[in-house]
């Protein structure tokens, strides 16, 4: 009996080869079947609310040199390379980058600016154009902003889109991060609140605010500015001078123990008037802190300790007296909640402060 050496048929190198040639080319013939029907076309929109004045969160999306602040791609590499072509935040200027595998390369140009839009286009480690475009809106203190952008992926990559969820796991996801990134930064940017209200810190014209002084009971004042307010217009039309405020009551004094104040019922005018009988005017301007208070106007409290507790950290010293600006009052407005006070502290830097009111 002869022995013959033993032989796998089925591991036969050519049949082997042949059973890979047949799954590569089953694999392609089903990756190309994919692409057939997947989807091309993806409409990719995150928002988010940052608690920053709009100019702030604005400038930082508009300026390409601003992006490493909050884009969520670029740290993923620390050597990626950029480069800015045009002059930054103007349409026509383009903002490429080139990095490792996670980041890729990419360009973005701006199409159009506009104080509540930005349009780009947006090319990703040479796929088609995408447009994309960031859309800004003041919602109460806080600025809302969309990230859009409309992705064509060319055939036959789109079959690989199958396997991934644009919206919500890819693309997607990037775009709530970066908005993510994009708020952290822009709230440190912004102004500290002080008692949950904005300080302003200005410099403020001139003003000649006519009206009548008097020291007057605490729970005399609404009617000494009623009373007051039309002798003083009055006065100021029969001169034909300008107004240019509100109705203003200026404080020089608060004595919460006699529960008197020394003030004024005046109106704020462009040139001095010549006061008539009982008229006074009190030019005022400087530095000044200002408030824009919403609420009924005798609860003014956590606003005037907001003032102090500004004053107090950045080391300034009150300059009697303090203006109350009343732009919407009871006349305009019956629901006391959505009455609009300017409130106006002069200010100096000192070491020491004078009691506020």
């Not at 013959?4 to 059973?19: A, D, I, Q, S």
């Not at 440190?188 to 020291?215: D, W």
């Not at 009190?282 to 530095?287: P, Q, V, W």
Request: hydrophobic share 40%; net charge neutral.
């Amino acid at each position: 009996m002869t022995n013959k050496p033993f032989t796998n048929h089925l591991f036969h190198p050519m049949k082997v080869l042949k059973y890979i040639l047949f799954i590569l080319l089953g694999t392609a013939v089903l990756f190309i079947l994919a692409a057939l029907f997947a989807r091309h076309d993806y409409h990719i929109e995150r928002s988010i609310e940052i608690e920053a004045p709009r100019e702030i969160v604005y400038d930082q999306v508009r300026f390409f040199k601003n992006a490493p602040n909050w884009s969520p791609w670029l740290y993923l590499d620390p050597n990626v390379k950029t480069s800015i072509e045009g002059p930054d935040g103007e349409a026509g200027t383009v903002y490429e980058w080139s990095g490792n595998k996670a980041i890729g390369t990419g360009s973005q140009t701006i199409k159009s600016v506009t104080p509540e839009r930005i349009d780009l286009n947006v090319v990703m480690n040479d796929f088609s154009t995408s447009p994309a475009y960031f859309a800004f809106s003041t919602i109460g203190d806080t600025t809302k902003v969309i990230w859009s952008m409309d992705i064509r992926v060319p055939f036959p990559w789109n079959a690989l889109s199958m396997l991934t969820d644009m919206n919500n796991s890819f693309i997607g996801k990037d775009f709530e991060n970066g908005l993510g990134n994009l708020r952290k930064y822009c709230e440190t940017l912004a102004p500290k609140k002080y008692r949950g209200y904005k300080v302003k810190e200005t410099e403020l014209p001139v003003i000649y605010y006519t009206g009548v002084r008097k020291v007057v009971d605490f729970d005399s004042i609404a009617q000494f500015l009623s009373e007051n307010f039309s002798k003083v217009m009055e006065e100021a039309r029969q001169t034909s001078e300008k107004m240019i405020g509100h109705p203003s009551g200026v404080y020089w004094t608060y004595d919460t123990l006699a529960l008197k104040t020394d003030m004024a019922a005046t109106i704020p005018l462009e040139k001095e008037l010549k006061p008539a009988k009982e008229i006074e005017i009190a030019a005022l301007g400087g530095r000044a802190l200002v408030i824009e208070y919403v609420g009924d106007y005798a609860k003014t409290g956590e606003a005037r300790g907001a003032m102090t507790d500004y004053m107090t950290a950045k080391k300034l010293q009150y300059v009697p007296p303090v203006i109350e600006e009343y732009i919407t009052g009871p006349k305009e407005e019956p629901d006391t909640a959505k009455w609009l006070m300017r409130i106006i502290y002069f200010v100096k830097a000192d070491t020491t402060a004078a009691k506020p009111l």
